[in-house]
């Protein structure tokens, strides 16, 4: 069973306990980070903590720890769910508004919950790699605050539920004709040779991935635009990539059943899934090269 953080203790995950008057349960009164970790290392992390930040902020709860403290937390989570066998975890963090009688409005004096909790992340299988997964498009109904990191998921579920039953991995959602993001994602295309994502708005989450994948991009001379990308310029895309703390850069090779670019992980993509191996922790360093080698 792994340790879990739970208001100030360290405790076996099953051991957690939540009030049913917690607001996260009863309003969705939340929000979250998922923040990824390498051979025991935080990829990103202060990216993470200015998210939970801003998320806090937008909703008006006010942080519990300050950036210093709550890296020393996650870094003991961390240390305290060490396993060889699972070297690369993704650490969720939680933080709702507290327990209080049910009333929508703020309580006055409700202390915030705070959780963290581990889970593997497994690397990307083979057959992913060599052959993409499966993604449909379906109508954006969320709510008008997207970049806000919040746990109130219902339309998210809705989402990848039927893009699941559809047989693909995530849904591509798209409000009034254009694309906005993924289900618990980031959508990144390559058209017409460049690379193209939404610019942030509040339709979009400012994910912690799509940022480094265009940094990165950028760093490989590739040329990236952030701008709108409507239904037709997705469905004519070259490359279809989703990115997430979790899921890293996943191709996407079949679009509603219709094959997207030549059928399998794009030339694009296979220099930035590269590139964004080689920038975790633990990535091998690569050799330096031998003075009038060749190879
Ligand atoms: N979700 N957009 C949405 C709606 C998301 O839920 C996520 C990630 C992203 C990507 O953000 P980042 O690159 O910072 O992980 C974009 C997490 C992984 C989740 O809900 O499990």
Redesign the pocket.
């Known amino acids: 069973m792994s340790i879990a953080y739970f208001n100030g203790d360290y405790l076996p995950l099953d051991q957690v306990r939540i009030s049913p008057l917690d607001r996260g349960f009863l309003f969705g009164d939340s929000v979250y980070e998922?923040i990824p970790s390498y051979a025991g290392e935080f990829f990103m992390l202060p990216a993470h903590l200015e998210r939970l930040d801003r998320s806090l902020a937008a909703i008006r709860i006010l942080s519990p720890f300050d950036a210093g403290q709550w890296t020393a937390l996650l870094e003991d989570l961390l240390a305290r769910n060490a396993d060889p066998a699972t070297p690369d975890l993704g650490v969720y963090l939680q933080v709702t508004r507290g327990v209080a009688p049910r009333d929508h409005a703020f309580p006055p004096d409700a202390r915030p919950t705070v959780l963290a909790m581990v889970s593997p992340i497994r690397p990307l299988p083979e057959a992913v790699r060599t052959e993409g997964v499966a993604a449909v498009t379906a109508e954006d109904r969320r709510w008008g605050h997207?970049d806000i990191k919040a746990t109130t998921l219902l339309a998210?579920v809705l989402n990848r539920q039927a893009a699941v039953e559809q047989g693909a991995v995530e849904a591509i959602l798209l409000r009034d004709g254009q694309l906005t993001?993924?289900?618990?994602?980031?959508v990144l295309v390559v058209l017409d040779g460049r690379l193209v994502t939404p610019p942030l708005a509040p339709s979009v989450?400012p994910?912690?991935?799509?940022s480094r994948v265009l940094d990165l991009a950028r760093e490989l001379g590739y040329p990236v635009e952030e701008c709108a990308v409507s239904e037709s310029e997705l469905a004519r895309a070259e490359e279809i990539w989703l990115?997430?703390?979790?899921r890293e850069i996943l191709p996407v090779t079949r679009l509603n059943d219709r094959v997207v670019g030549a059928g399998h992980p794009g030339p694009v993509w296979q220099a930035l899934h590269a590139a964004y191996q080689a920038a975790k922790p633990g990535a091998p360093v690569s050799e330096p090269m031998q003075s009038g080698g060749a190879a």
Do not use: D, K, Y
């Open positions: 998922v997207c998210n993001e993924g289900a618990a994602s980031n989450l994910g912690v991935t799509r990115t997430s703390s979790t």
